[in-house]
């Protein structure tokens, strides 16, 4: 499980984080970051976090989800929204399945108690996922729905789990494909394919096209080879457009 590293988002409960620290305790995994957290180092928090306060205290902490999981190669978000509003969201027992094997480090992330994580921050997430309930509410406790995750996750072993085709490549990692997107809706602008009014829109139907595209990292170099090579040659018909 060391692998994995549990990510969460304004979390407002220093009760919460200091449960969360004891199920990753329970579970085997110990990098915990934090995204403008409460007190979490707090008496409440410890009181919760039992004999795990551990890992609060080597916990970091950003100051934005895409700092948070820059460096992860694999970005699982978590919610307990709908299922048709997202191209990528699974129910938990199809996600081991999802995994790439060759994934190295695979950020779980988690949101905040009162509203979960925003559309921006689910369109980081290269896999969504959603624990079943069957009843009367679908949203867990926050500390309770990063034990569930764990276990399932722990139930298969990581080098099996993958999906075979792409096992052998390394897939985009979460700071890349945000590059990506970047550099598209920049282009997508300069050739006014872009309204500002349906920036929100339009952010999440390429971020849903390009998570289910599992982009490997020479993917989003053509990709972006592509982009600089359109940029320039608007730039050069522009400037012989010039007197
Ligand atoms: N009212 C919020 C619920 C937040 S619960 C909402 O509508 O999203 C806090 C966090 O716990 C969520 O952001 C998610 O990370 C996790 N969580 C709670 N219930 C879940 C479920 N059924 N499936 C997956 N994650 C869940």
Not at 86 to 107: K, M, R, Y
Not at 198 to 213: G, K, V
Not at 221 to 231: D, I, M, Y
Request: proline share 4%; charged share 20%; aromatic share 6%.
């Amino acid at each position: 499980m060391s692998q994995y590293c549990v990510v969460l988002v304004e979390p407002t409960l220093p009760e919460n984080v200091g449960s969360v620290a004891r199920a990753m305790n329970n579970m085997g995994v110990e990098a915990l970051r934090l995204v403008n957290p409460c007190d979490y180092r707090s008496d409440a928090a410890k009181c919760l976090a039992a004999h795990s306060s551990e890992i609060l205290e080597n916990a970091v902490c950003f100051s934005s989800l895409e700092e948070a999981i820059a460096d992860a190669s694999f970005v699982i978000g978590t919610t307990a929204r709908a299922r048709d509003r997202f191209a990528t969201l699974v129910d938990l027992p199809q996600l081991p399945a999802l995994i790439p094997s060759g994934a190295g480090s695979i950020a779980l992330v988690f949101g905040r108690e009162s509203s979960g994580l925003t559309n921006q921050e689910l369109a980081c997430c290269h896999q969504l996922v959603c624990i079943p309930t069957f009843g009367q509410t679908k949203s867990l406790n926050l500390a309770q729905a990063v034990m569930v995750v764990l276990y399932e996750l722990s139930r298969v072993s990581p080098s099996g789990a993958g999906i075979s085709d792409l096992s052998e490549r390394e897939v985009a990692s979460a700071r890349d494909v945000l590059g990506l997107k970047e550099h598209l809706f920049a282009v997508l602008k300069t050739v006014g394919f872009l309204k500002e009014h349906q920036r929100e829109t339009l952010w999440q139907s390429f971020s849903d096209l390009i998570a289910r595209a599992r982009l490997g990292t020479p993917d989003v170099r053509l990709l972006r080879g592509f982009l600089r090579r359109t940029e320039l040659t608007i730039k050069r018909s522009r400037q012989q457009k010039e007197p």
